[in-house]
């Protein structure tokens, strides 16, 4: 503190002179155009960044889709109109990933699909479950808060390395199965226990910021309703059923949202604990984006780009008809 | 609020400084990744030659080996290059090396010395350029643990035979992982270079008639079925080829002994020594033999001058002092990297170890290379290699977790390998 | 305060139950104990592995504790020599060091008595003794003898990256969000759910892309190219705006009438009164950007500017990885990030809680 005192004390009149000359600024321009224009003054610097670093980039990426060859300039590289998409949808049998040009990006819609279902629904369950608890009155409740969140804050990479550690042959969790008098098992290599730990270690490394969401929605429940619904004599479980439940459904419906997005987005984690294995079987969409189009000796920047376009509307078609969705059970 | 603000006008302050540096030396930098103590080695070798040239200093920038793979590429096809880089797809990003023979003093030197590895380097058509020059000389193939096989009573195959088959290492090394409870009898290195040693001794061609590389013939065939039998029935390590992504090895599993045949490559032998030392007797023995031979692949990193440059003549300086007979021993002999100078094999390398296990399996490999195929040296100088080996690699895998039929397999690889050529040529 | 009494008011709620709170707090206790063994355990274990040796590391079963050989000095002999328990021929334990190995035999020498003859032993009759012992090596190696890995200099690149581009995320998301909640003007529907769509799109399917635009600004190995690009967060945004949103217009109103320009507004009202969002946004940002890797290993390519998430990877080379260093250096980015949420976490609930994110 001492130190930040000191640099406070340099940097104050700098920092004064600074925000001060930006009002003069401002309070010309202000002059100028009126109270209301100045917004577009607030939005300009965000809007900047994200224009040319996230909007271009993806009209690039739009461009890049139609586009083939290897080279990486796209100036120079060859317009090819759809034949990117077509490639991607070339299919005998939508059902059958063996029978599509592109087996590997069908195989990582279903995986994602899969993935997606049980993930979301794992996450939702067990950040409920979770909230509900620290929302009681216990003991070291900040302790248990964080110990629960802590996770979060755990980079992908390293997450997956230590359940790589944890479930390898000869890791902690065989260990303490041989200890209870159990068999050693290969916990990734089996294609559903592979799947089962892929959910399983997203939602350890997750489903603490969900929980805190739902957690801060339970808090601001009133009271009073509580008080109301114990004077006509409702039971714990009534009082989650008819209290609890319809007025935490908007936050839930925040938490479903967000985890939805997150869960398609899904890469890292996977990508070093599984590497999409066994085989291709916990393999999803952005991985499949990602080898295309970066990690192979050929790099088909064209192909990647135009199954993120696919990745990308889904997204949007999905997320809307959420959206639908809550504005309709908001307003029932 | 303010304080926090205080602290980021000084943090502020402090990354615009940052770039301030003092410019009477050329500065050139090396893009490079480790795998042991090269890295070391080559910077103390460095700090030498800046002390005699003090106008030149050289800066080593180690990133992780994927950057060399994914990354590097796309900064050299945005001419955002480092001015030197260690490099091991060597023929697919020979468009963007420097052609150094304008400011080597002596190019003849290079042409005797390095003359049949200088091809590898080269865009096909060019048989002129000197871009660099293999900082090691990898060639693949099996190591065993001696020890394992005498514990267990069976005869080592290599002992008995000079040209011992897959088949043979298989059985003996079931019946000693049978004998002694060991978990994995073989393993290989999840790689498609490491398949096409073995495929190739078992007769596959990897070329057509018209130089298209193909792996629709018997011999490719053949290896593929064994070596997807070998994970249905416990031969083969279950794990390290289904459940990774890109590259995997079994270092940790031979290092503590639970493993019996191993194949991997002559690079392993300084990985061994350090993490192994004399704890047991590990060896390494000549590839297995079938219908095509009894090859292993050659390949190996190079380190080469990036055509960006704005510095040739610091480059071709700092390349012809790590090049020079001396001082190319001595990384060789600290790093245990086998070198691919003419001179060094005449000569000998002095190998800086006291441990006479290491010492013998690097002269295993040294020994290997004439017995090298030529299909074997042809497939490492094509420069599409690595299309084809990670086709190999992934495709494969997944017919042994039964994803594919082995000819559904085969014809994946062949259909991705050639999906790729058609855009590189479109 | 006001999350305090909730709390206590739902508490007595749940109490009306009488002989049923027993059953049900039992039942709380255990989940959150089992939740905390599955949610903290492994994070412990981590900690704990990164003080093994890398032959230690192998072991299995894992040892809880990090175990090393014991090395004795023995007299005639240059280097420590490792410690075995011996059970000679006939049945009989011993402490013997081993000189050397030849094959299955080792030949070993009783260090109480270095100058009798050799006892050759069989290696499966001998086992290792061992200690516990920190394996403080994986730690002051990669700070100090190992070259390559230049810890201050990522450690620095690494604070400057996250807490500038944290700063600059508060502020440029703050006034986008005043804006989008405290005017009307042509647009800003459409500029919002633009903002927000993009939460959508992950980097990672636009790499490429991103990439070209960084080098033809000229950010490539600069650290403004990691710094910049990911300040523009929509969640940033989304979290901020519901907050401003409860902020009442009539403060804004009142600020004018005294004639404070819209600067003033926002930094003298808008900007206190939206703390607890800020404090939020300000872990997430610090979390983010201390942990991110792939973005920044395609911007940095020279040692200088490195982040510790790309200098750490620096580890893994073609053919191995140096797990114990890795593991150490792990550990050792935890702290940082560990201490800030400490310093921070009180804010989290409330600022969510507050931030009307519902």
């Known amino acids: 503190m001492r130190l930040i005192d000191i640099l406070d004390r340099i940097t104050r009149p700098l920092l004064l002179l600074l925000v001060m000359s930006v009002d003069r600024i401002l309070t010309l321009i202000q002059g100028r155009v009126g109270i209301d224009k100045m917004g577009y003054f607030f939005v300009l610097p965000n809007l900047l960044i994200f224009g040319i670093f996230v909007l271009f980039p993806m009209l690039l990426n739009l461009y890049y889709a139609m586009t083939g060859g290897t080279k990486l300039f796209p100036a120079d590289r060859p317009f090819v109109g759809l034949d990117n998409f077509a490639t991607l949808f070339d299919c005998d049998d939508f059902l059958s990933p063996n029978s599509c040009q592109e087996d590997l990006f069908w195989r990582g819609i279903f995986n994602t699909i899969q993935f997606v279902v049980l993930q979301v629904s794992a996450i939702v369950l067990f950040s409920l479950l979770t909230a509900l608890a620290l929302n009681r009155r216990i003991i070291a409740r900040g302790f248990f808060r964080s110990v629960f969140f802590y996770p979060v804050l755990l980079s992908p990479v390293v997450v997956a390395l230590i359940w790589k550690w944890v479930l390898q042959y000869e890791g902690v969790l065989n260990a303490i199965v041989e200890l209870f008098g159990g068999e050693s098992m290969r916990w990734l290599l089996d294609t559903n226990w592979a799947m089962f730990w892929v959910v399983f270690v997203s939602v350890w490394a997750l489903m603490g910021f969900y929980t805190l969401i739902l957690l801060a929605g339970l808090q601001s429940i009133p009271p009073e309703l509580y008080e109301a619904s114990s004077i006509d004599g409702a039971n714990t479980w009534q009082d989650f059923r008819f209290v609890t439940m319809p007025l935490l459904m908007p936050t839930m419906f925040v938490v479903l949202v967000l985890s939805l997005i997150r869960a398609v987005q899904m890469f890292d984690h996977i990508f070093v604990l599984t590497g999409g294995g066994p085989g291709t079987r916990t393999q999803l969409m952005v991985q499949y984006i990602y080898t295309t189009g970066f990690s192979n000796q050929i790099q088909l920047f064209g192909l990647s780009a135009a199954a993120s376009m696919v990745l990308g509307v889904s997204l949007l078609i999905l997320t809307l008809l959420q959206l639908r969705l809550g504005n309709q059970s908001s307003l029932a | 609020m303010r304080k926090i603000l205080a602290l980021f006008v000084i943090l502020t302050l402090l990354a615009s400084a940052l770039p301030a540096m003092t410019q009477d030396t050329v500065e050139l930098r090396i893009r490079w990744y480790n795998d042991g103590n090269e890295g070391e080695v080559l910077r103390d070798l460095l700090d030498r030659f800046e002390a005699d040239n003090p106008d030149i200093s050289v800066e080593i920038d180690t990133v992780p080996y994927s950057a060399i793979l994914e990354n590097l590429p796309l900064d050299l096809a945005a001419g955002e290059g480092p001015d030197m880089a260690r490099v091991t797809d060597l023929g697919g990003l020979a468009q963007y090396y420097l052609d150094m023979t304008p400011y080597l003093s002596d190019p003849a030197y290079w042409e005797e010395n390095f003359g049949p590895f200088l091809n590898w380097k080269r865009v096909p058509g060019d048989d002129s350029s000197i871009p660099g020059f293999m900082t090691q000389l990898t060639i693949t193939g099996p190591f065993i643990n001696r020890t394992l096989f005498e514990q267990a009573g069976v005869e080592v195959p290599s002992d008995m035979s000079d040209s011992v088959t897959w088949e043979e290492w298989a059985a003996a090394s079931v019946a000693v992982a049978e004998a002694l409870e060991i978990p994995y009898p073989m393993a290989m290195d999840r790689s498609g270079h490491r398949f096409a040693g073995p495929a190739i001794s078992m007769g596959a061609m990897y070329f057509d008639d018209m130089g298209h590389p193909t792996v629709m013939d018997e011999g490719f065939r053949n290896m593929a079925e064994t070596f997807v039998n070998w994970h249905l029935d416990g031969t083969m390590h279950p794990e390290m080829w289904p459940l990774s992504e890109g590259y995997a090895n079994a270092y940790e599993e031979f290092a503590n002994a639970e493993l019996a045949f191993y194949m991997a490559g002559s690079w392993a032998v300084g990985q061994f020594s350090e993490a192994i030392g004399d704890a047991f007797d590990w060896q390494a023995v000549p590839n297995p033999c079938g219908p095509g031979g009894c090859t292993g692949l050659p390949g190996g990193a190079a380190l080469v001058g990036i055509v960006t440059t704005e510095h040739p003549e610091e480059v071709a300086r700092v390349m012809e002092y790590l090049t020079s007979q001396d001082v190319l021993g001595e990384f060789g002999a600290r790093t245990l990297f086998i070198q691919a100078h003419a001179g060094l094999s005449e000569s000998g390398i002095d190998w800086n170890t006291d441990l006479q296990l290491a010492k013998d399996a690097l002269s295993v490999f040294v020994g290997q290379v004439g017995t090298l195929t030529q299909t074997a040296f042809d497939l490492q100088a094509y420069i599409y290699n690595r299309n084809v080996f990670n086709a190999t690699r992934d495709r494969l895998t997944q017919a042994l977790v039964g994803e594919l039929t082995l000819d559904e397999a085969i014809e994946r690889i062949q259909d991705d390998v050639d999906t790729a050529l058609a855009e590189v040529s479109g | ?358």
């Open chain 3, 1 to 358: 305060m006001q999350a305090d009494k909730i709390s206590l008011g739902q508490f007595l709620s749940l109490r009306s139950g009488g002989k049923r709170v027993n059953t049900a707090d039992a039942l709380t206790y255990l989940y959150l104990t089992i939740g905390t063994i599955l949610m903290f355990g492994p994070v412990l274990w981590l900690v704990a592995s990164s003080f093994k040796t890398q032959a230690g590391l192998l072991k299995y079963p894992p040892p809880l504790l990090p175990y090393q050989q014991v090395q004795v000095e023995v007299e005639g002999y240059d280097d420590p020599l490792p410690l075995f328990n011996v059970t000679m021929e006939d049945g009989s334990a011993r402490e013997l060091a081993q000189v050397r190995r030849v094959g299955i035999e080792a030949q070993m020498v009783d260090p109480a008595d270095p100058g009798a003859e050799r006892i050759k032993v069989n290696i499966s009759q001998r086992e290792p003794v061992e200690e516990v012992k920190l394996a403080w090596e994986n730690y002051l190696d990669p700070l100090i003898e190992i070259d390559y890995f230049d810890f201050i200099t990522y450690l620095k690149n690494s604070v400057l990256v996250t807490s500038i581009a944290t700063v600059i995320t508060l502020i440029i998301n703050s006034m986008a969000a005043f804006a989008l909640s405290k005017y009307r003007f042509k647009g800003r529907d459409a500029i919002f759910v633009l903002f927000i769509s993009t939460l959508m799109i992950p980097i990672t399917v636009i790499l490429v892309p991103v990439f070209l635009v960084i080098t033809s600004i000229g950010w490539k190995n600069n650290l403004w190219g990691v710094i910049i690009p990911g300040a523009a967060t929509p969640t940033g945004i989304f979290l901020l705006r519901q907050y401003m949103l409860t902020i009442p217009d009539e403060l804004l109103d009142a600020a004018r009438i005294d004639g404070g320009s819209e600067w003033h507004i926002y930094w003298r009202i808008i900007l206190p009164l939206a703390r607890p969002a800020l404090a939020v946004l300000a872990i997430f940002s610090v979390m983010w950007r201390w942990n991110d890797f792939l973005w920044p290993l395609i911007v940095l390519s020279q040692n200088d500017y490195f982040t510790l998430q790309v200098g750490l990877n620096a580890f893994q080379g073609e053919l191995q990885i140096q797990w114990h260093y890795v593991l150490a250096m792990t550990v050792v980015t935890l702290l940082p990030i560990t201490l800030v949420f400490a310093f921070l976490q009180r804010f989290i609930t409330t600022g969510i809680a507050t931030t009307g994110m519902k």
